[in-house]
């Protein structure tokens, strides 16, 4: 008799492990402990988690899907490092995303989706309150998960999500520094009122202007360029 571990059970470990490596570089990027242009060395990394080459090149894999690194052919990856110019883009995408979504959520929402959206958001300030920095970021993504959800078309939540995750080096910055997170927190009250009233308009603007301050800094930490304001209208 054998003790080896059946096949599925091994494999499931296998992505256990590669969705926890995963989650935590996710964090050191989105935190600035791994920087723009910065090279992931396997070797370090497979130390450093205590996991075989096979981990690490999956979990890299997995991080440039996401877009938030870069792999170069005989080079390695190196962390995502945007030009002014790809910012912008990247958030034009975002606007017209959320813009769609936001167009497209039943109103008034349901009382569950307002209840849920209210427990997110309970979480999300409770974590910033105390500096639990990488708990906020993560309620912080259940919040716009769920408010996106409810627009009714899988595709559209799925693509706001992919813009999300390539942008989350930049809207972190709304949860690291203290004014930038009450103001976003009282965003996200605002939008639950707005979905719980039925006002459409000033859901869709808050949408599009929540993601204003965090790109805000962003561009002032990396030398500043003129932001690009956007309206509902």
Known sequence: MTNAMPQGQTRNRSE?????????????IIFGRLKPRERL???ELG?????????VRAAIEELDRLGLVRRR???GAVVSDYLSEEVDELYDMRTVLQREAAM???LP??????????AINDVYIRHSEVGELAE?????DAFHQALFGACGNRYLQQTIQEYWLKTASIHCYAIGNPDLARQSRDEHIGMIEALEVGDRE?????????????????KAAHGGWAVRTTSSR
């Open 136 to 140: 906020a970021a993560v309620a912080n």
């Open 104 to 106: 497209r959520i039943p």
């Open 202 to 218: 000033r859901l869709v603007q808050l949408c599009i202007d929540h993601m204003l301050p965090a790109l805000e800094a962003f």
């Open 73 to 75: 052919a005989n080079r």
């Open 109 to 118: 929402a349901p009382a569950e989706l307002v209840a849920e959206l209210r």
């Open 41 to 43: 060395v396997e070797e």
């Open 16 to 28: 256990d492990k590669v969705q926890g490596v995963v989650r935590t570089l996710q964090h050191d």
């Open 47 to 55: 130390a450093r988690f205590d996991v075989g080459r096979h981990v």
